[in-house]
């Protein structure tokens, strides 16, 4: 009997009821990731104001978040290759939802920037992990699609913390939003019983059965037998030190590319999430019609999540984030102009789908160009990388509001990023080998 190879096996399977599940549970992971990283934003009026503190002090208590971020995605990304991954997305799902409540007690913001490097930990280590969960588990023909679908929770989790914030923050303080965020941890037991295990990750520990059974779901139709062997292709081995194959086989030029990428959207997308709300109100809106702008920026980019999803499924996936990073630029730019305020809206909701929205498909495309073996290693240090612009955005947005410059001289800023990911993104895959054919084809 020749034995399976289980990354074929993934590719060309049919979705299911596993694949649904994966899907779900990932999603709901997102959710609360994303309500975690977004609150902050959310609050930050109301946080400036009972701290006392300038534009330029609450910039950097943003980034304390994006800090940890940054070192999570890079460690615990590359940890999950190492030792499984539904445990450590299980790690990283309790450090964030501890520390995001227990963010809600300081009084201080040096207090408050621990708490949030803390919580930043696990809201960066998750997402590499769970993307790197549903590329090994999704059909090759609809995975872009499916993580983009997932990748919407993200966005589902922004609205959720704006909503929250509209209704909690007046008549409960800005503390309550984040005690919300503890909710998470009863999910845990749930999920080490539901998500199933790295795949590589089982045949290096001779673990068959499970990798057995695992096999039978993604194929019901046809199970493998007791005496089955599994396999995986030479360029999805990995050894105990993974990062320098984000480097072989031609994967150089385009591992730079990707980071170059990362680093531009997530600029784009925490200025955004983080001086939105602020600038909204300085341009003369109230605190709730600024909030209502996250919630719409937010439904925006569920909108161009899963229309770029389904785009980069049907055409080459670099082509599509291209013209995405193209209207990012464009959309971010008028808002700083005077415009109707249904008109505004609209802008906003455009701005949320190419920008979140870029960076979710751009998670699709770099979970198709690194081997199942090194998949979140290689999201995670791209992650982990982009985090400098997630970092430096806040900071650099708050000290641009804090020198009281016109509106649009913030926007530009904020947009400019998108020109340069236009040019990056271009030109990941110029020097691929025949296994990167995915991000093109």
Not at 47 to 58: E, H, R
Not at 71 to 89: E, K, N, P, Q, Y
Not at 367 to 396: C, D, E, K, S, V
């Amino acid at each position: 009997m020749p034995p399976i190879d289980i990354q074929k096996l993934a590719d060309e399977a049919k979705f299911n009821r596993f694949h649904a599940l994966v899907l779900t549970w990932c999603a709901l992971i997102i959710v609360f990731d994303g309500y975690d990283l977004a609150v902050a934003g959310v609050a930050m009026p109301a946080i400036m104001k009972d701290m006392g503190v300038s534009p330029t002090q609450a910039g950097f208590m943003a980034s304390s978040a994006l800090f940890g971020m940054s070192f999570g995605a890079i460690f615990l990304g590359t940890l999950s290759d190492r030792i499984g991954r539904r445990g450590v997305i299980v790690l990283c799902l309790a450090l964030f939802s501890v520390f995001t409540a227990a963010a809600g007690l300081a009084g201080d913001p040096t207090t408050f920037g621990v708490l949030r490097f803390l919580a930043g930990l696990g809201i960066g280590g998750v997402m590499p992990n769970v993307i790197a969960e549903m590329s090994e588990y999704a059909p090759r023909r609809i995975r872009a699609t499916l993580i983009t679908l997932m990748m919407c929770g993200y966005a589902v989790g922004g609205i959720l913390a704006a909503w929250l914030g509209k209704a909690m923050i007046v008549q409960y303080g800005w503390q309550s939003v984040f005690y919300a965020g503890l909710a998470p941890i009863v999910l845990i037991p749930f999920i080490l019983r539901a998500l199933p295990e790295s795949m590589p990750y089982l045949l290096r520990r001779g673990r068959l059965d499970a990798l057995r059974s695992i096999a039978a779901r993604l194929d019901p139709a046809n199970p493998p037998a007791a005496s089955a062997r599994f396999v995986l292709p030479d360029t999805s081995r990995s050894d105990k030190a993974p990062v320098h194959h984000l480097f072989a086989e031609g994967r150089g030029m385009g591992t730079l590319m990707l980071w170059a990428t990362y680093f531009m959207c997530l600029f784009m997308v925490y200025a955004l999430s983080t001086w939105l709300t602020k600038l909204m109100a300085n341009a003369g809106h109230s605190l709730g019609s600024a909030m209502t702008f996250v919630m719409v920026l937010n439904l925006g980019s569920i909108v161009g999540a899963l229309g770029g999803g389904w785009l980069a499924d049907r055409f080459p996936i670099k082509h599509v984030l291209v013209v995405m990073c193209l209207v990012a630029f464009a959309s971010i730019a008028l808002l700083g102009q005077p415009l109707p305020t249904g008109l505004l809206y609209v802008v906003v909701g455009l701005a949320g789908a190419t920008t979140i929205g870029t960076q979710t498909v751009t998670h699709a495309c770099t979970g198709q160009f690194y081997p199942l073996a090194i998949r979140a290693t290689g999201l995670g240090w791209a992650l982990g990388i982009g985090r400098i612009g997630a970092i430096i955005a806040p900071i650099l947005i708050g000290v641009l509001v804090n020198l009281a410059l016109p509106l649009e001289m913030n926007f530009i800023a904020i947009a400019l990023p998108a020109l340069i990911a236009a040019v990056t993104i271009s030109r990941v895959g110029s020097r691929e080998t025949p296994a990167q054919q995915l991000v093109r084809a």
